[in-house]
DNA sequence: CTGAAAGCGCTTACAG
DNA sequence: CTGAAAGCGCTTACAG
């Protein structure tokens, strides 16, 4: 089939380099890629006619002769409605996308229904050499993904953790730190009743953040429940209900992220409760959703971008060393080094009443 | 260099195949492609065995050999910041990642800081084949992109328009019908002073809401002006302020998102204004935010993942007929036409005071 | 110091 | 109906 150029200019090959500097195709790759043995001279020249030429290397048959792809994948199995909400992800991927990006290596990003559907994105990734290394996010208490990407040999890192992480490298939230930090705000106002609308009991990091709650909250002296959400507003209001109707009414309630303590907070102020009068409000994830609603809501905040960016790095890293060729240019994260959590007191937090 | 072949099991290659079918590599293809020209049992033969090795087409030499990159590219240029709090790119990007995905095509990602990144991005991508098309959002009154990608022969496609689109194909939200559905609500309750906060100056669709906003006016004789805002909450913020002091103050103001809309709620009633009884308030973005908040609010609704998917339908016809060979299985778009824009009536809209 | 050649895993006209 | 071969654009040992 005859080759169409189609419209606009032709993009150079390094066959066109190689005609153009008279020399072979092999000494034009040599330059391009800084191998030695090439004169100065001609190495110079090579370069100029490229960078003139607009020469840039087709990732497609640099990925076949290297069997690289060059790509990171990185799955999401939460509905898209869930993460239209939740500014957890833009900011996760944005801190991964910065440091792939830095070292050339692409993003390849799908949104899938559940676990199922991301392990079927994963085979096929794997299988298509369309990724060199993927990430895993929402590790599960039970997670199936774990033992399929270690039979397949699909080098993966963990985006939290601990969990059933089994070989592969993980790397855990503040989870703990910010559960401690915002009960122990709380109990110093002098709160002793504190309940907590949590995220999926499936998930490894709901389970390490209410192992946290409850060690603080005894270590306090205090008491209090967590109730398990889907993460849904409409979940959310139900157990703030919940917690109002059965009693001992709560002083304070930690929601996991910062839609459902916006959601939980209407739900209060419905029920006749001012906040943070009669109940104080505390959001594990803050955002400038929690800046401007009103009132105001404490909320801890933490590296989120630094956290991807992290993780990123590592997969990185695990590609190179899985390939068998680390790479000279192995910088430090392109991002600065993740910041210590800490809780943003705002309007939403007082001492209990009485 | 020897192959290392790595963990895990080793991917088979069409050679595999063959060499396990007692046939030439040329005949596996032919079967994997449903090409004519082969018996049908021993494509059948080729097929079961395929299936039962696992074999998945390497992306890198099928893009290689068919000098197609299967891959679409979309970058951003908003900073993560203001992406983090903005439900519509999630929804948008949900929409084109589920059109694309169902045909096989990946989407390549990268969030940038401003045009003149995103610009080298797109010239990076085309450079190296890593796409063989992309999607440009957020168009601006005067906008750099169309002639870069025109002057590259770039197939892009404008999500979004109309404006300075050249000759690419463009897809318009419902700007003007989402924007005349609000005023007429208001309109009809009595308002007779509707003021709106709105995003940049510079984005193409601004420009477009604000004509409609003047002439649904000027149609329903009432009174109005439009500040613009670069979409923070800190404008939304300051532009509300300046609407409340400078006076006449508005019966009504409508923002241009629901965060904006979220901030200048709080800015309303603590300049002692009720909501909706001295001020009504209304977001021409919905999201569960609007539900959520006190009081929830009235926002236009529409279809942003139909949007998405209708524009990424465009740009993988685009891509086949810029390429030579449509191909044969054209489907409809995988996502059901998108829904008409409805006023999603709450709390904070109602008559005007007096 | 440089060139010719093989190979990465596919596709596709072209012979048999 | 099937096989052998060239080609996509690179990389990289291997000869000269």
Redesign the interface.
Known sequence: MP??P????R?PTIADIAERAGVSKGSVSYALNGNPGLSEPTRRRILAIAEEA????????R??SA?R?GACGLALARP??L???D?F???L??GI??EL?ARQV??????VDDVEAEMRALR?W?????VDGVLLVDLRVVDPRVPVVE????PAVIVGGPGPTGKLPYFPGHDTQRIRQIVEHLVRLGHRRIDRVAGPAAFAHTQTRTRAFREALARAGAMGTALSTDYT?QAA?AATKKLVERGPVPTAVVYDND?MA??G??VL??AGLAVPEDVSVVSLED???C????PSLTASSWDV?AFGATAAHALVKLIDE???RPRVNDFTPGVAGPAEPTLVVRASTGPPPG
């Open positions: 080759r169409r189609g419209p606009g200019p993009r607009g020469w840039r290397p087709n990732r497609a048959a990925a076949l069997s792809a898209a409605h993460l239209a909400y500014p992800f833009p900011k991927i944005s996308e910065a990006s692409a993003l390849m990003l799908q949104m096929r794997w299988a298509e050499r369309r039979q397949l040999g699909l507003t209001a839609i916006v959601a907070l209407g102020q419905e955002s400038i959703l800046e401007v609603v009103r971008e899985a390939s068998g």
